[in-house]
């Protein structure tokens, strides 16, 4: 997917977050994540859980000063 950064949206000042703490949709556990200002103002993407290993999809949306937005759902089924 290819996101058309805004033209206010300013990425490479240093001062967009670059990082974020979510809680895992499937155990509940705190993960921290990296996320990228540079791949655009809204982004989606899957990574798994740093504590059970199941995959989720990432949402990130940046706003205008740079503070991300990110949330994360659970990705498919997974039985235990």
């Given at each position: ?40 103002g809204e ?26 937005d990110i ?10």
């Open positions: 997917m290819d996101f058309e950064m805004d033209d206010e949206f300013v990425e490479d000042d240093g001062s967009a977050d670059t990082e974020g703490e979510v809680f895992c949709p499937w155990c509940g556990e705190p993960n921290m994540v990296a996320v990228d200002p540079a791949g655009g982004q989606e993407y899957v990574e798994d859980c740093q504590v059970c290993c199941r995959p989720w999809t990432v949402h990130v949306t940046y706003d205008d000063e740079g503070n991300a949330s994360v759902e659970a990705q498919g089924d997974w039985d235990d």
